[in-house]
């Protein structure tokens, strides 16, 4: 089996995905953006190593729009010839695609619609606590039908790609996974630290400092639990940067929680795995999120789990009382108990070990096989007839293209 996989830009995550992929399947490595400014990854010798082909070179923050906006015709032009250039060169059974709410993903399905290789969506968008605009799920139906096949996260990511009218025997799960190994209580890696200025109990978060992650919530219920758990109480010990930084410090110092909550700023993929490994248990509050690798990360250590109710994981990885707890993310009573629970909880250690039993069965071997599985449902609607409509969907994606992305 030859796949062409292609992300945005490759990170530590997708490396470690394309690793796995690899030992199934021929793999062709495609990354849209050679520097994801988003994320910070510098891993360009990880990248060399890994054969990992990119379409252009980093520029400014231009490229993240949908097809046709803010990028010049000539540079999309060019991509569009290296991409259609490599697919000819290896020749794929199928090309994986992630999503189809940016302008590289709409144009390598159409470009596979053109060159006839069958197409995958690699999806982890939900309708978890969102409300959906009427118009644009029906563009959506139309948009999908550039796809042969579907590999998604879990189980809810599924289920909407269903309700849009995807065929469920096309879809395969384990797209949104991490390498356990990296993060797991015995991990060794020559260069991590091995220390950290940290309190010795504390609850952990780590997240962009950006509008939904709702980080002022965690602070506020934060606040609220050292009120009633007193001397006891734990700390808050928060990784992360972002916009949003300052105004969250401020708000630190407001409540004089400036020795009680810890913003630490941006750490690597290799700073990581020792701050969940010190850290008490795991709490993510956000108000919207597609799936949250955090969550896998704080579970391959080995740590409870506090999650907000309506992230894209919470399905599929949190089990409520047994390796951690669901929480309303705009419930500040609500999460400020449970931290009381949890902190308190001699069963601590037992819900952790539940959170690394779990995440077993979420590995990269999970991904590899739902790649290849996927890759061959796809490989066997070659030469089916195209979905009708040419001209509906054509337009569809000329539309789609200057709406703001959701």
């Known amino acids: 089996m030859r796949i062409a996989l292609l992300f945005r830009s490759f990170g530590p995550y997708h ?5 796995a992929a690899r030992e199934k399947a021929s793999i062709l490595a495609l990354e849209f953006i050679d520097s994801d400014h988003e994320y910070r990854w510098a891993i360009p010798d990880e990248k060399r190593a890994s054969e990992i082909i990119s379409l252009s070179t980093s520029e400014p923050n231009n490229f993240v729009g949908r097809f046709g906006n803010s990028m010049p015709g000539r540079v999309n032009a060019r991509r569009k010839m290296k991409l259609e250039t490599e697919l000819h060169k290896f020749a794929p059974d199928a090309v994986a695609i992630p999503g189809y709410s940016e302008s590289f993903s709409l144009l390598t399905a159409r470009l596979c619609k053109k060159l006839g290789i069958p197409a995958i969506l690699m999806s982890d968008s939900h309708d978890l606590g ?3 605009h009427p118009l644009k799920e029906a563009m959506k139906r139309r948009i999908i039908r550039l796809f042969d096949a579907a590999f998604v996260a879990g189980a809810p990511h599924a289920d909407y790609l269903v309700r849009l009218g995807f065929p469920h025997r096309k879809i395969t799960t384990g797209y949104d996974v991490i390498d356990n190994l990296h993060f797991a209580p015995n991990a060794e890696a020559t260069d991590r630290p091995t220390t950290f200025n940290l309190p010795d109990r504390f609850f952990f978060c ?7 992650k709702n980080l002022q919530f965690l602070i506020d219920a934060f606040h609220r639990y050292k009120r009633q758990a007193g001397p006891l109480a734990w700390d808050l010990v928060i990784a992360g940067d972002g916009p949003l930084y300052t105004p969250l410090l401020r708000h630190v110092q407001r409540l004089s929680l400036c020795h009680n909550v810890h913003m630490i700023g941006h750490k ?11 850290a008490g248990a795991f709490v993510f509050p956000s108000l919207s999120e597609t799936w949250g690798l955090v969550v896998n990360e704080a579970m391959a250590a080995g740590l409870p789990l506090l999650i907000s109710n309506v992230i894209g994981c919470q399905h599929d990885l949190v089990r409520n009382g047994v390796n951690g707890y669901l929480f309303d993310p705009n419930d500040m009573t609500q999460l400020a108990a449970l931290m009381a629970r949890v902190a308190e909880n001699s069963e601590r250690g037992t819900m952790g070990e539940a959170s690394r039993i779990i995440i077993r069965h979420w590995d990269l071997d999970r991904f590899a096989a739902g790649l290849f599985d996927a ?3 796809a490989a066997k609607s070659r030469g089916e007839p195209r979905a009708r409509g040419a001209t509906g969907l054509a337009l569809t994606l000329a539309y ?7």
Request: glycine share 2%.
């Open 375 to 377: 890759a061959s449902i």
């Open 206 to 212: 780590c997240s962009r400092f950006v509008e939904g």
């Open 268 to 278: 690597s993929y290799d700073e990581l795995p020792h701050l969940y490994a010190t």
């Open 130 to 132: 969102q409300r959906r």
């Open 15 to 19: 490396i470690a995905r394309l690793r």
């Open 400 to 406: 789609w293209a200057q709406m703001p992305a959701s």
